[in-house]
């Protein structure tokens, strides 16, 4: 899922993360690898958010999947592993 600027800032809100700036140069490698998403690094490695059910208020809902991990504790590379759901699910705006 590609977030607009408003929704990568709610989402911002509710993970400790960063966005992958659209110009940075593993941005062209990631979208080959993974497809057209917003990414996002933390501490773990590399994750999106993939859409999630709709909160009872309407609210749009996204889950944090990981896609890669760091290699070693100065987070220099990252290497691909299987796609990893997690529980964590951020609200990122209303429903269409």
Do not use: C, Y
């Amino acid at each position: 899922m590609k977030l607009s600027p408003v929704r990568i800032d709610r989402t911002l809100g509710q993970i400790d993360a960063q966005p992958v700036p659209p110009d940075h140069p593993a941005q062209r490698q990631f979208v080959e690898l993974f497809g057209d998403h917003t990414f996002f690094l933390d501490g773990s490695g590399l994750a999106i958010v993939e859409p999630a059910e709709a909160h009872v208020d309407g609210m749009e809902t996204g889950r944090v999947v990981k896609l890669a991990g760091w290699t070693d504790e100065k987070h220099n590379r990252l290497v691909p592993h299987p796609r990893e759901d997690t529980d964590v699910v951020v609200v990122i705006g209303k429903a269409a």
